[in-house]
T-cell receptor, first 116, second 109 residues
Framework: GAVVSQHPSRVICKSGTSVKIECRSL??????MFWYRQFPKQSLMLMAT?????????EQGVEKDKFLINHASLTLSTLTVTSAHPEDSSFYICSANPGQTYNEQFFGPGTRLTVL | DAKTTQPTSMDCAEGRAANLPCNHSTISGNEYVYWYRQIHSQGPQYIIHGLKNNETNEMASLIITEDRKSSTLILPHATLRDTAVYYCIVRSSGYALNFGKGTSLLVTP
């Protein structure tokens, strides 16, 4: 199957700083990417849908000014957690959809964010 | 998207078939049934999906009932590496996957 990578895999930062997480589709072009987060012992929760060249669509309760998403190319989407706080500590996972007619969605390995 | 109901946890002996059930009684005609699994601290891994017909690939088989209100994922010969949380998801093509709580499968020696 297709490969999606994330960078970094793990990041520790101080409260108040911003952290950028990259999601790349390595061998296909992704018109749509999705960002999820997962708290310990919980399921994945969709945060936002990122479409190449347009603004992201955020799920209810997700602050768009805090979680900035940029999908500037067909192979890269970035999630920036601005002014991170300890409650933002979580496992962030992206996925990519090669196209509307292609049913599989491929997930990255995740990024573990710890805010001190 | 239609909701799904799965058992919270299941055990299976290594080498045996693991049969994971899923109820999706409100599924609509254009929604597919997807199965993903997540091994601890990793991203979800695609297993299989189907619309109406039974499907089989190198990882598993998917049996969908004729009324499409339920399905079963079959891992024919479970190994210890199959221990994971298995998610049954229904969705229309091109939309995000909404994960429920899944079934935690423990494969024992």
């Amino acid at each position: 199957g297709a490969v999606v990578s994330q960078h970094p895999s793990r990041v520790i930062c101080k409260s108040g700083t911003s952290v950028k997480i990259e999601c790349r589709s390595l061998d296909f072009q992704a018109t749509t990417m999705f960002w999820y987060r997962q708290f310990p012992k919980q399921s994945l929760m969709l945060m936002a849908t990122s479409n190449e060249g347009s603004k992201a669509t955020y799920e209810q309760g997700v602050e768009k000014d805090k979680f900035l998403i940029n999908h500037a190319s067909l192979t890269l989407s970035t999630l920036t957690v601005t002014s991170a706080h300890p409650e933002d500590s979580s496992f962030y996972i992206c996925s990519a959809n090669p196209g509307q007619t292609y049913n599989e969605q491929f997930f990255g390995p995740g990024t573990r964010l710890t805010v001190l | 998207d239609a909701k799904t109901t799965q058992p919270t946890s299941m055990d299976c002996a290594e080498g045996r078939a693991a049969n994971l059930p899923c109820n999706h009684s409100t599924i609509s005609g254009n929604e597919y049934v997807y199965w993903y699994r997540q091994i601890h601290s990793q991203g979800p891994q695609y297993i299989i999906h189907g619309l109406k017909n039974n499907e089989t690939n190198e990882m598993a088989s998917l049996i969908i009932t004729e009324d499409r209100k339920s399905s079963t994922l079959i891992l024919p010969h479970a190994t210890l590496r199959d221990t994971a949380v298995y998610y049954c998801i229904v969705r229309s093509s091109g939309y995000a996957l909404n994960f429920g709580k899944g079934t935690s499968l423990l494969v024992t020696p």
